[in-house]
């Protein structure tokens, strides 16, 4: 693989060039932009790097290539060679990162250049429609769906794990016993982002908003009780959360979703989610 000087590490003085680069595609950057509009640059208080293809900062003020480093690497701009200076800098280190998302072409063309020392992936999802809505849900919503009280966590925390292990494939409690997955979830819960529908005190509905920028929001975690699949529940509550976001929040809805999921693909349709892109994400 060739070797470039390596991507350049931002901090607070890129920030009016960051944010001019993530509002030309708002959707596809809300992870991005929802942490540095809470952080700034500074690496310790986003949680992560942001890095730019440049080896100098441009004398234009435009940034040509973005990359996240953090709990996920989520490159969002860039040709062939931002990749590769990406990579570069990425593989200074033991990866750290749970997986690759963002833009299908970015990922993918990131992991072209990372598989030969990042892989085996143990999953490669190469295909995720990334959809947004910016009014209000052409379906009827749950009136029963609503945000998550901060006494109901141990009640809702099963339904959470069992959607992590049904979506990514492992159990988040494993490691450290549950501890960082459930203060994770309890966080969301504290900030008025996890909504369940609840029947005799169990949650046969869930979905969390996992990212929220100033415009975006985006939308994760849809689970359906099995017992209850199939019977409209799944898009009545994304109904009612997207009714959130749209009306309370006065923010565009998103999220992804497997191409092969045809069910959650045709209720997203009907709720009135159209594709803005395309997502891909690279699990290890």
Known sequence: MLRLAGARLLDDRDYPAVRT????DPVASCMVSARIEAAGLDPW?????LWAADARPARSGRISGLCFSGPNLI???????AWRSFAD?????QRACSSLVGPADQVLGLWDELESEWGPAREVRPDQPLMAMDRMPER???PLVRPVRPHELDRYLPAAVAMFIEEVGIDPRAGDG?????????????GGRAFARFEAGEVVFKAE???MSAGV???????????????GLGAAGTAAVVARLVRDMDRTASLYVNSYNAPALAAYRRIGFRQVGCYATVLF
């Open 21 to 24: 680069l993530l509002a030309t």
């Open 45 to 49: 208080r986003l949680g992560g790097e």
């Open 75 to 81: 490159p969002l701009r860039g040709n062939a060679g």
């Open 89 to 93: 800098r990425a593989l200074r280190r």
């Open 140 to 142: 009827p919503a749950d």
């Open 178 to 190: 549950g501890t960082s997955y459930r203060a994770r979830v309890a966080e969301l819960i504290a």
């Open 209 to 211: 908003i996992g990212a």
């Open 217 to 231: 929001g985006q939308i994760q975690g849809v689970w359906v009780r099995p017992d209850r699949r199939g019977q």
